[in-house]
């Protein structure tokens, strides 16, 4: 079945460090890729999204793109700030796969940057 | 404009008692989603209503779980009886068009603990 592998964390970075943090996913149809944020005590907000191969996504300096030849969707930013500090969250939706109606998430990385 | 909510923030409970989720999506969103993170793992999904009816619940764990959504609008996730394995958070999430394009809002979850 479909799913989502993203890095393992902590990740702990310096103020105004560049960011990276890997997804990679399997899926048997054409799906669309996401990154969720949590900050703490909050919900999950869409951060980002791209819907076919070689979309790049973008929000608040963050960027992802779509890369279907290594089935990719790796999370960068250039210039990280204290209050990037969350988890985040890969995740897919896989309309040919009949799971268009759901989410698959995964297991998050948290990111603590310190000034 | 209130965002998805979900109530209680927090509960403890013992072995064998029953609880009971609430969502309150956020008011027109006829799409509602169940979804579940145990243990710091994936974020996995438990159930998706359209308006009343159950879409898919193809994810819910086993019959301890049961989820309503009685005229369209707030949704109930019961766990009865709860057992350990049952702890986790629980996100709520809705929104307006499906999925897979359609943004889904979260709530902040609510964190299950079962002693």
């Known amino acids: 079945g479909d799913s989502v592998t993203q890095m393992e964390g902590p990740v702990t970075l310096s103020e105004e460090a560049f960011l990276t943090i890997n997804c990679t996913y399997t899926?048997?149809?054409?799906?669309?890729l996401f990154w969720y944020v949590q900050y703490p005590g909050e919900g999950l907000q869409l951060l980002l999204k791209a819907t076919k191969a070689d979309d790049k996504g973008s929000n608040k300096g963050f960027e992802a793109t779509y890369r279907k030849e290594t089935t990719s969707f790796h999370l960068e930013k250039g210039s990280v700030q204290v209050s990037d500090s969350a988890v985040y969250f890969c995740?897919?939706?896989?309309?040919?796969?009949?799971?268009?109606?759901?989410?698959?998430f995964g297991a998050g990385t948290r990111l603590a940057v310190h000034p | 404009e209130a965002g998805v909510t979900q109530f209680p923030s927090h509960s403890v409970i013992e072995k064998g008692q029953t609880v009971t989720l609430r969502c309150d999506p956020i008011s027109g969103h006829d799409n509602l989603y169940w979804y579940r993170r145990v243990m710091g793992k994936e974020i996995k999904f438990l159930l998706h209503f359209v308006k009343e009816s159950k879409q898919d619940e193809s994810g819910m764990p086993n019959n301890r779980f049961l989820a309503e959504r009685t005229g369209g609008t707030y949704s109930t996730l019961k766990v009865q009886p709860a057992e350990l394995e049952d702890s986790g958070v629980y996100f709520c999430a809705s929104s307006l068009w499906g999925p897979p394009s359609a943004e889904a809002f979260f709530g902040q979850g609510t964190r299950l603990t079962v002693v």
């Open positions: 899926a048997t149809g054409y799906p669309s």
């Open positions: 995740a897919l939706s896989d309309q040919l796969a009949g799971g268009y109606n759901k989410l698959i």
